[in-house]
């Protein structure tokens, strides 16, 4: 491959060839926001009618971005809510760690070791909400008539 080419790709900001492709990414990018925009509305309107056939007493927190389709399936389980305090443990030790890192550097071997710590406790805590996620969602589908697996 000529690297003289290469050099003029990098350098030669002005020619229509840099526009082009700058041009197609932009419009790459505008097409995976109205795609995910898509799949956020889809998915709200199956989890609203999900939650009115759940019978649970608010089906539009659906719309709740993030979180909504999960409040769906917490409420149709009727379950514990401890893993929601998982879920805030875990969000909370993952931004400590950040914190801790981006204050005391990455040259300070406790700050390390501490955060490291604090990461790992935030999987662990994230991975026990996906368990509950989980359930949730297999009890309700169950609540709508619908074999858990369905999911």
């Known amino acids: 491959m000529d690297t003289n080419f290469l050099t003029g790709l990098i350098t030669d900001a002005g020619s229509s060839y840099d526009t082009t492709l700058a041009a197609f990414g932009i419009g790459l990018i505008v097409f995976f926001i109205l795609l ?7 998915i709200s309107f199956a989890y609203v009618r999900l939650g009115e056939k759940a019978k649970v007493e608010v089906p539009a927190m659906a719309w709740i971005p993030g ?4 409040l769906i399936s917490y409420y149709a389980s009727r379950m514990d809510s401890k893993p929601w305090w998982s879920l805030l443990i875990g969000l909370g030790a993952a931004i400590i760690a950040t914190l801790l890192l981006i204050i005391l550097g990455t040259t300070n ?3 390390i ?9 935030a999987v662990i805590f994230m991975i026990y909400f996906s368990v509950y996620s989980y359930i949730w969602s297999w009890k309700l589908f169950e609540a709508v008539g619908r074999s858990g697996w369905w999911r």
């Open 36 to 42: 995910m925009i898509a799949f956020y509305i889809y």
């Open 67 to 70: 979180v909504g389709p999960l």
């Open 109 to 111: 071997v406790v700050a």
């Open 113 to 121: 070791v501490i955060a490291i710590l604090l990461i790992i406790a």
